[in-house]
């Protein structure tokens, strides 16, 4: 066992602080592309159990750190504490064990609440059932993305997928863009539990290779696969460091990139926390700054899970004023009631809502997920999808005039014109999206946005 830290060091005290941390110190890695963006130079720290936050925080050169069962919730952002739900405060040593007790079992979940992920305990199912069933085509018109194909199919594109792996028997021979590993022995054309596969080809399937079309089936895509903890759980250092790659492949490549992340945390309170304050404020400044620029798209969810409940509760990162947040609908439009109902760092979160249920692809098959649809896992990438199409329509479209371009022709699904708790401003519409991003400047969503984000401070 091991405890896990990232931490900002003032620039040209990297060495001291390596040096006094090194009696309990276990790896360090240095993340070049997220200090080209703060200004600082930004590590990932593994030490040895028992090593606190505010220890490194206390060592000369030290910005800040944060660790996995820490919650320093908005320490860092006091400007955006209008987000903030009253009444959160620290962690408890019951709320950190929520977050490092080995996984609930199946057995002890309520049959009618799906688990953090869903799609785990779906039953297989044929192919013939998967087509029979056109869970995909029925999301596919839902969401206008055949409508949008007129336009373009994602082609120019890079949908990066941040999970399991995917199994490289479905990517088209010319798709793969490049593949990112947490540790050698790792390989990412394997994909452990099948999640990953399912992300990967609800964007960008090609009918050729699997015998049906994701929403931008031209995009091409981009494999990270981070390393897992003991009990199978992404590790967030390893998430830095292949988010730290992904941005150099953005600046490296003059295309666009889609950074697609269906993952959260387990539990209850591990939904809300802790609050990944360094990388949000990295993917802020990407987007307000223009550097490197990559789109990231967050599964907002899933939460009301064994019993949670709360008013404000996606991950902090999930729900981030730089984030293309994705709530999800059922296939006849009714809220899933997992479904994030609002975000913890911007008001305006989910962004917009997608569709799920019935049969999706998983792996090197397919599951049948019921009413539940693969969770917001499944939602997420179709934004990736839409956001690769939008942007081949729209050269040199910013990220928030995509965000505000989704929300001003999003199907109104709730009272509000605006934004619905768990909706957000309605259902993707991938075709009048399009039509609507040379207008996005003047809608309400884009100057609230823009003014939300001038009075960032760090």
């Not at 003059?254 to 387990?266: D, E, P």
């Not at 008013?311 to 999800?328: Q, T």
């Not at 296939?331 to 911007?346: A, F, K, R, T």
Request: negative net charge; charged residues 20%.
């Amino acid at each position: 066992m091991y405890d896990e830290f990232g931490l900002e060091v003032a620039p040209g005290r990297m060495r001291e602080v390596v040096k006094a941390l090194r009696p309990v110190l276990l790896d360090a890695w240095h993340l070049p592309n997220f200090s080209e963006v703060l200004g600082t130079d930004v590590l990932g720290l593994r030490t040895e159990l028992g090593v606190t936050s505010e220890q490194i925080r206390g060592i000369p050169g030290v910005i800040t750190a944060e660790g996995t069962a820490d919650h320093i919730f908005y320490s860092g952002l006091p400007e955006m504490g209008e987000a903030t739900a009253p009444g959160i405060g620290s962690m408890t040593d019951d709320d950190i064990y929520l977050i490092r007790r080995p996984l609930t079992s199946r057995a002890s979940i309520h049959p009618g609440v799906p688990p953090g992920v869903p799609t785990l305990f779906a039953p297989e199912v044929s192919e013939g059932d998967f087509h029979q069933a056109g869970a995909m085509d029925r999301i596919l018109d839902l969401i206008g993305a055949k409508r949008a194909w007129r336009h373009n199919r994602g082609e120019s594109s890079i949908i990066a997928v941040l999970d399991s792996g995917v199994d490289g028997a479905r990517i088209g021979a010319d798709q793969l863009a490049g593949t990112w590993v947490g540790s050698p022995g790792l390989d990412p054309l394997v994909d452990d539990t099948g999640h990953g596969t399912m992300v990967a080809l609800i964007a960008a399937s090609r009918g050729e290779v699997n015998g049906f079309d994701g929403v931008a089936p031209d995009a091409d895509l981009y494999v990270l696969k981070p390393d897992t903890d003991e009990r199978g759980v992404m590790s967030t250092i390893s998430i830095m460091r292949g988010m730290d790659h992904l941005m150099g492949v953005a600046k490296d490549h003059n295309r666009s990139v889609i950074m697609n992340n269906s993952w959260g945390l387990w539990g209850c309170k591990s939904l809300l926390l802790p609050c990944r304050i360094i990388i949000t404020r990295v993917m802020v400044r990407m987007d307000v700054a223009g550097v490197c620029c990559p789109s990231t798209v967050w599964a907002l969810g899933n939460n009301h899970l064994l019993g949670c409940g709360s008013e404000v509760d996606g991950w902090c990162m999930n729900s981030g004023p730089a984030s293309f947040s994705v709530g999800a609908v059922s296939l006849g439009l009714q809220l899933q009631p997992y479904s994030s109902v609002g975000g913890q760092c911007y008001p305006l979160s989910p962004m917009v809502c997608c569709p799920t249920g019935g049969i999706l692809p998983w792996g090197k098959g397919f599951k049948d997920f019921g009413p539940y649809g693969g969770g917001t896992s499944s939602c997420a990438p179709q934004v990736s999808g839409a956001v690769a199409i939008l942007a081949a329509a729209n050269p040199g479209i910013t990220n928030s005039e995509m965000r505000a371009a989704m929300r001003q022709s999003a199907l109104q699904l709730g009272p509000d014109t605006m934004f619905n708790p768990g909706f957000g401003s309605g259902l993707l519409q991938v075709d009048k999206a399009i039509e609507a991003a040379p207008f996005a400047k003047t809608h309400v969503t884009f100057t609230y946005e823009e003014e939300f984000l001038r009075r960032f401070r760090y």
